[in-house]
């Protein structure tokens, strides 16, 4: 079965850097989108960026210039690089294969000083 597993999350202080990590299973990851969401309390969960099959990417207005979705087919992985981080990208952020309706279980980032 499909199966996301992220990691990489926790607490970093503002200005800071993290990654995040979704690593894929039971699909032909190579030929999949796969795209990071973002949840904060009270609010909707909301896109973040996506990476289509050859590697075009789209990012939400809020994390562009500052986020890099990529993606390792031979890891079957996809990555969120965070660099330069506020307040407000304090959330749960989930990844998302959209084409298998499959959402991971999500990983806590906070960031904070």
């Known amino acids: 079965q499909v199966q996301l597993v992220e990691s990489g999350g926790g607490l970093v202080q503002p200005g800071g850097s993290l990654t995040l990590s979704c690593a894929a299973s039971?699909?032909?990851?190579?030929?999949?989108?796969m795209s990071w969401y973002r949840q904060a309390p009270g609010k909707e969960r909301e896109l973040v960026a996506t990476?289509?099959?050859?590697?075009?990417?789209y990012y939400a207005d809020s994390v562009k210039g500052r986020f890099t979705i990529s993606r390792d087919n031979a890891k079957n992985t996809v990555y969120l690089q965070m660099n330069s981080v506020k307040a407000e990208d304090t959330a749960v952020y989930y990844c998302h294969a959209p084409q298998y309706r499959s959402w991971g279980q999500g990983t806590q980032v906070t960031v904070s000083s």
């Open positions: 039971g699909f032909t990851f190579s030929m999949a989108v």
């Open positions: 990476i289509t099959r050859v590697s075009t990417t």
